[in-house]
């Protein structure tokens, strides 16, 4: 569930003015791209940036496999990348996807771009690169959830994970 990206990174200092990636604006934008991501198991991946005017804009989703994505450059209508986002497909009892990745994690501390994850279960995280911790923005069904999910499957979603709770997260046995 890695999302790399594949490009260079060109920042502009943030407008003062800009909009801020609210819980409300992610549980309504992840909502339809939930909807695509669970019908087809596929993930979903883009872009949250600014435009010129500072105004908060999206990538359109681009459709990755399985269990990866890989982002499309941003237009140039993009003059400044805030985060990464992606969608977790469909919910599966072989995966446990109700937390970003440890490899999510790494690769957006590594890159210095949060990212936005929307799970199976509804649940919308935050990948804080300052912190260098994944956290919960907000719970189950807080955007569109599978049908199928099964809350019993797998251990319970804690609120915050630093990496080595992801990596401890991986390697549960259950
Ligand atoms: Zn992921």
New binding site residues.
Partial sequence: ???ALAIALSMTTSSAFAQPITQNYLANFFGPIQELSIANKR?YCGYFGLNEDGELIATKPKRGRE???LADEPSDEMVEILASY?T?GAFDYDAD?ET??S??LAADVDEEVDGY?ATPGGRIWKNDVDKEMAILMCGRNCTVSDPDYDNQAFPPVNGSYTLDGLYERDEADY
Avoid: I
């Fill in positions: 569930m890695r999302l993930e269990d990866s994505c992606h977790h996807a970003p990745s490899d999510d994850v």
